[in-house]
């Protein structure tokens, strides 16, 4: 299995339904998927799961993360609190693209409640499948997410 087929899951309960569809696409894909979410009595809280996944891919021990909860706000300021992670709230194939080509984006976060212009599964199919772009202005610009001097 190499390395870039790893993705570490999250989710709280208001997404888990959609999360679970997700580690689906993922695993028919051949992705090694490890799913983090733990759901008690119908509740899990979202940083708890976000910290969790932000970490595994602060690390590196992950490339790739995947968070969701209702609205994706939630998982987003959590997985952008770590160095070197670029958590994108992602709603289109067009934002995926872009946070992938632009970014360089390695958590993807979705909404599981709110109204999305997109499927789920459209999203990171697109975000999972885009490249970096590499070139040099995106890249300084990345660069300059974690210091601004940088070159
Ligand atoms: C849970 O009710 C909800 O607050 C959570 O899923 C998320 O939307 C937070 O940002």
Same mark, same amino acid.
């Given at each position: 299995?190499?390395?870039? *087929?790893?993705?570490?899951? %999250?989710?709280?309960?208001? &997404? ?26 119908? !509740?899990?809280?979202?940083?708890? &799961? ?5 970490? *595994? ?14 609205? %994706?706000? %939630?998982?987003?300021?959590? &997985?952008? !609190?770590?160095? %070197? ?13 872009l946070a992938r080509e632009h970014n360089d984006s390695n958590i993807l976060i979705m909404p599981g409640r709110a109204t999305i212009y997109a499927p789920h599964r459209e999203i990171l199919e697109t975000w999972l499948d885009t490249p970096f772009s590499g070139v040099d202005r995106h890249a300084r610009r990345v !660069? ?8």
């Amino acid at each position: 299995m190499p390395d870039d *087929m790893r993705i570490a899951v %999250g989710s709280d309960h208001a &997404a888990e339904a959609a999360k679970d569809e997700m580690v689906e696409y993922l695993k028919s894909r051949g992705y090694d998927v490890v799913d983090v979410t733990v759901v008690v009595d119908g !509740r899990a809280d979202y940083p708890i &799961a976000g910290h969790k996944v932000a970490r *595994m891919v602060h690390s590196g021990e992950f490339p790739r993360g995947l968070l969701m909860c209702g609205t %994706g706000l %939630g998982m987003s300021y959590v &997985a952008n !609190r770590y160095k %070197g992670v670029r958590g994108a709230l992602c709603l289109d194939r067009d934002y995926a693209r872009l946070a992938r080509e632009h970014n360089d984006s390695n958590i993807l976060i979705m909404p599981g409640r709110a109204t999305i212009y997109a499927p789920h599964r459209e999203i990171l199919e697109t975000w999972l499948d885009t490249p970096f772009s590499g070139v040099d202005r995106h890249a300084r610009r990345v !660069r300059q997410i974690e210091d601004p001097e940088a070159e």
